[in-house]
């Protein structure tokens, strides 16, 4: 008794399609029959067009429309371009009304000015 390996007639048959794509190729043909049906013999517009056909066609399957509206998007709508940004962080407290009028912040500033320490302002430890 043989054990693994090959044996002939077993696995799957070279160049056979899965489900999927067979359907996806089944699709396509019906596409293809309906646009010769109602354009003619040859298809006289560019990929792009055909792809379009494709996806605006109600009748045809929405899968086969995504894939279609997938393929003609780049051609339809420029990718957006990759922009270097920097942000700046501000920690501004907004508030309805003012907390303090300009007299009223003079005066709290006159009476405790910040403490100097080799030349570098200092906050005061509450």
């Known amino acids: 008794m043989s054990r693994g390996g090959a044996r002939p007639g077993a696995g799957r048959p070279k160049g056979s399609l899965n489900k999927g794509p067979r359907r996806w190729a089944e699709t396509m043909a019906a596409a293809n029959e309906t646009a010769s049906a109602v354009l003619g013999d040859a298809f006289k ?9 494709i996806y605006k066609d109600p009748a045809q399957p929405m899968n086969l429309r995504l894939d279609a509206a997938k393929g003609a998007a780049p051609y339809e709508k420029p990718r957006m371009a990759q922009v270097e940004t920097t942000s700046h962080v501000f920690n ?13 912040w003079a005066r709290e500033f006159l009476r405790r000015p910040p403490a100097l320490i080799d030349g570098k302002v200092e906050e005061e430890k509450a």
């Open 45 to 53: 517009g560019d990929a792009h067009s055909l792809l379009m056909l």
């Open 92 to 104: 501004y407290v907004v508030a309805a009304e003012p907390i303090m009028d300009e007299s009223e």
